[in-house]
Structure formats: C-alpha cells, structure tokens
C-alpha cells in the first residue's frame, strides 16, 4: 500500500516564509507533494535551499509580471511529467497552473484568479474558471484521473465562511463564482475535505488588516479537489489552521494505492 500526501499553501511570497521558517515546516511535515501558490518570484530570484530542497524536486511557474502570483510544485518522486500553463497566453503568462503527472493521477497547483479588484478582473477570473474547467473535462474523456489543488478564491456555500450575509456583493462569494464551483462538482470532482468534515468554522483564510485569524472570522477558499474515480483512494482531508506565515494556512490530503 502507498501513501501519498499532498499539501498545497497559498504562502503569499516564498522568500517570505523562508525567512518565516518554511524549510523547517517542510521538512517536518515532509509531504510527498506540496503545492505553494503566489510565490511572487522569478526563478533567478530564489536561493538554492528554495530551488533544491533536501529530498525535493523543485518545478516553478513565475508570472511574467514581477513580484505577482505564480506557482511552484515540490515533489520527492520525479514527476512523469511537468507542464507550466494550460495554453492559454492570456491566463498562462500569469503563472497561475502547474500540472504534474504522478502516474496514479495528474495533479494541478492553481492559483484560481481574484476577483476583487474590478469588473474587469471579475470577467478575467470567471473567464479563466470557464476554461480551465474545460481543460479538466477533456482530460477526463482521455480517462485521466485528476487532483486540483490551491487558492480559489472562493468560499463555495455558506458554511465556509464566517459572514455569508455581509459578503454576498463581494467577489469570492458572489452566486456566479459560487455556481461554478457547483458545476465543478456537478462534472464529478469532490471537494475532499467536506467527505470528512461537515461543522461549519473550518476556513484556510483570514484577513490580515482587521487581525480576524484571532478571531477566527475567516474564508475556506483552499481547496483539494479530486475526480470522484480517485474517492476509493482518499483516506483523509484537513486544513493545518495552526501554521502561520501567510494569510493562508495549508491544506492536505492523503491518497491511497495498491
């Protein structure tokens, strides 16, 4: 039997949390696979402990734009393979996917786009949501199985965040990002953690200005999220709420295989 954990952390800059401990978390928790969204950073600009980890093949995807987004996936078996993007220049030179291929499962690190900021980048965020969706369905016709994992930016219903009410105009609860994650799931892909865990005052996000982590005021919008094929592997879902470090906190899976 093989055990796979996977983590996945929105660490809001990765030189950041090296200098916030991250290597000691990382080798602590020593996942199989770990996937860090808004990285802000080039390549050139990480040390060698960031791009060659103890145990870890390191695969990066910066954003064209400095110092914004970007992806990097960290893996203690080589990946079959590594792809940067989807093949869309418009989303792909934002260095928001990372697909790798496990062999048991092909597996995306996506930092999904946020909304907030006008109705510009709303259409942006619901057009990238429409395509990439597209992307997963057509590799499930090829019988891929598949695990997406990383920032939504999204709280899907009431139950994952603290103040549905007051946030319905808001984008990362507004219904159309919402509808999308029930078409998601409506195409077959379950959001694991909810397999395991039904209470409400779960969240992966706080907002930093209003010190609302203290307080536990707080958004669910990390995700993993697995093709239902993979639902007889999946033996655990959590959210590690207790590491810091970021306006984030990870979450993780674990898969099993024969």
Avoid at 5 to 15: A, D, E, F, P, Q
Avoid at 73 to 90: D, E, Q
Wanted: positive net charge; aromatic residues 12%; glycine residues 6%.
């Amino acid at each position: 039997m093989k055990k796979v954990k996977i983590l996945s952390w929105n660490v809001n800059g990765v030189r950041a949390a090296l200098k916030k401990g991250f290597l000691n978390w990382l080798s602590k928790e020593s996942p199989d696979v770990l996937c860090l969204q808004e990285i802000k950073a080039k390549r050139e600009q990480l040390p060698p402990e960031l791009l060659y980890p103890k145990g870890y093949e390191t695969h990066w995807n910066p954003a064209e734009r400095p110092g914004y987004s970007g992806v990097a996936t960290f893996a203690k078996s080589k990946p079959l393979s590594a792809k940067n993007g989807f093949g869309i220049t418009h989303f792909d030179s934002e260095g928001r996917v990372l697909e790798t291929d496990h062999g048991d499962f092909i597996l995306f690190n996506i930092y999904f786009p946020n909304g907030k900021r006008d109705a510009i980048r709303l259409k942006y965020k619901m057009d990238f949501y429409e395509e990439i969706l597209a992307y997963f369905l057509k590799l499930r016709k090829k019988g891929k199985k598949l695990v997406i994992c990383g920032d939504v930016n999204t709280a899907h219903n009431e139950i994952d965040l603290a103040r549905p009410k007051e946030n319905q105009k808001i984008s990362g609860f507004l219904p159309e990002e919402r509808a999308w994650m029930d078409k998601l799931v409506s195409k077959g892909f379950i959001d694991t953690f909810r397999v395991f865990t039904q209470e409400p005052g779960h969240y992966t996000w706080w907002d930093t200005l209003t010190r609302a982590r203290e307080r536990n005021v707080g958004w669910r919008i990390d995700y993993f999220f697995i093709s239902d094929d993979l639902k007889p592997n999946l033996s655990k879902a959590f959210i590690l709420p207790d590491v810091l470090g970021s306006d984030h906190c990870p979450v993780g899976i674990e898969l099993k295989f024969n």
